[in-house]
């Protein structure tokens, strides 16, 4: 179980094809460190796209924002404009939440390719914070465990958007009936085998979490926000600063993950991301069946 989130993976170049035993102890370090750094990356956008492929399939977003040219399962989050238009999604995970946890297949982890990270006073802005969902899970209450060992969790992708929306500045759109229909909520165990590790995490995050099953609605909700204030502990904090042309890639099942947005419009920031989904690591009960990781060689 990953007691310290985050590890550096030093003179590792992702252009090149991983091994097969290559991959397996990147999965085994993910799993073990939760946020891994390769930093001095150069990297084309097909590159990073393959590295990405060698852990699960890509996620493709259904409304088509913010892709790189010819390469829909690249993302770009940025708050750089070019002749009037965006190039990327500006507020992208700005808040503390789970990718994915609103679908029925969820993600495994994250790739994001740092090529533009703002700088004020020499010192680097922009930070992604993560939050270690299998220690918070090992410290909860034996009360907790027993009340919500066998319940599910509905996850919301409304939930996310709609509080992004309010924020004031937010040029999002409402989501169309379609793009809504396209996203609707899952049930998960609130308590999830985490397929790398065997161990248990706990799978409730702030941004999409929104009931617990089968319990009356203010029990849930009440439930709902002692485990979101536990999170915010300071022992469950990990802060990434970020280092120009590094590659993050982090276990979106064992962490929640908040961008941080202290940096102005002409303070750039561009990031590349690639989403891999972990539906090759569960069975046909999807996350109540996780089939646990062994390595290939
Ligand atoms: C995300 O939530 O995937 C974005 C994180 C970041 O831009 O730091």
């Given at each position: 179980m990953?007691?310290?989130l985050g590890a550096c993976v030093v003179e590792l170049d992702l252009s090149q094809p991983l091994s097969v035993t290559q991959t397996d102890m990147l999965l085994l370090a993910l799993g073990r460190y939760g946020v891994l750094e390769f930093p001095k990356q150069s990297l084309t956008t097909a590159q990073l796209k393959a590295f990405?492929?060698?852990?699960?399939e890509l996620y493709i977003s259904p409304g088509g924002r913010a892709q790189a040219p010819g390469f829909p399962e690249v993302m770009i989050l940025s708050n750089m404009v070019e002749n009037?238009?965006?190039?990327?999604?500006?507020?992208?995970?700005?808040?503390?939440?789970?990718d994915m946890s609103y679908a029925p297949v969820i993600a495994l982890a994250n790739i994001l390719y740092g090529t533009k990270i703002?700088?004020?006073?020499?010192?680097?802005?922009?930070?992604?914070q993560f939050r270690n969902m299998h220690a918070v899970y090992e410290d909860l209450s034996e009360d907790i465990k027993s009340t919500l060992a066998d319940k599910t969790i509905t996850h919301d992708f409304n939930k996310f958007w709609d509080?992004?929306?309010?924020?004031?500045?937010s040029t999002r759109p409402p989501l169309s009936e379609k793009e809504r229909n396209a996203r609707p909520p899952?049930?998960?165990?609130?308590?999830?085998?985490?397929?790398?590790?065997?161990?248990?995490?706990?799978?409730?995050?702030?941004g999409y979490a929104v009931e617990i099953n089968g319990l009356p609605k203010a029990q849930s909700d009440e439930i709902l926000e002692e485990?979101?204030?536990r999170q915010l502990e300071e022992k469950y904090l990990y802060t990434h600063a970020w280092n120009k042309d590094s590659v993050l890639m982090w276990d979106?099942?064992?962490t929640t993950h908040n961008a941080v947005a202290d940096y102005g419009p002409d303070e750039h920031r561009y990031m590349k991301r690639c989403q891999v989904m972990a539906g090759h690591l569960f069975g046909p009960g999807g996350t109540q069946e996780p089939l646990l990781f062994n390595p290939r060689t």
């Open positions: 990953p007691e310290t990405s492929q060698n852990f699960g009037g238009q965006p190039l990327g999604l500006k507020d992208a995970g700005q808040s503390w939440h789970t703002p700088q004020r006073e020499g010192k680097p802005l922009g930070a992604t509080m992004m929306r309010a924020r004031p500045g899952a049930r998960h165990p609130a308590f999830l085998t985490h397929p790398l590790t065997g161990k248990k995490v706990l799978y409730a995050n702030p485990l979101f204030a979106n099942i064992g």
